[in-house]
């Protein structure tokens, strides 16, 4: 079972920037990829970006391209989401995810076997 502790989020105002972190403790070792994803109220939980352990595979959304950036450390078992330019539309509550063995499909939450408790991310316009 893998723990996931997310922290990092806040108030902001449109164009700025903030670094959430996932924490990850338990049966890291094993796992194969780590996720955010992002749920607005009224709205679906959607994909932001991913990152396996290795490094070898990353993704992201359309929407957040040249703007975020997911990155590792895996001494510190935790993964991270830099956001610049932030736009109000990125309100949301952001989670992190974790994948425990290899799924083809990093985009799909269904794929995600532990999620972590949320951090709210609200921009200003």
């Known amino acids: 079972q893998v723990q996931l502790v997310e922290s990092g989020g806040g108030l902001v105002q449109a164009g700025g920037s903030l670094r959430l972190s996932c924490a990850a403790s338990?049966?890291?070792?094993?796992?194969?990829?780590m996720g955010w994803f992002r749920q607005a109220p009224e709205n679906e939980r959607e994909f932001v970006a991913a990152i396996t352990w290795t490094g070898g595979r990353i993704d992201y959304a359309d929407s957040v391209k040249g703007r975020f950036t997911i990155s590792r450390d895996n001494a510190k078992n935790t993964v991270y989401l830099q956001m610049n330019s932030l736009k109000p539309q990125d309100t949301a509550v952001y989670y992190c995810?974790?994948?425990?063995?290899?799924?083809?499909?990093?985009?799909?939450?269904?794929?995600?076997?532990?999620w972590g408790q949320g951090t709210q991310v609200t921009v200003s316009s």
């Open positions: 338990g049966r890291i070792f094993s796992s194969y990829a």
């Open positions: 995810g974790v994948i425990n063995s290899y799924r083809a499909l990093l985009k799909s939450p269904g794929n995600y076997d532990s």
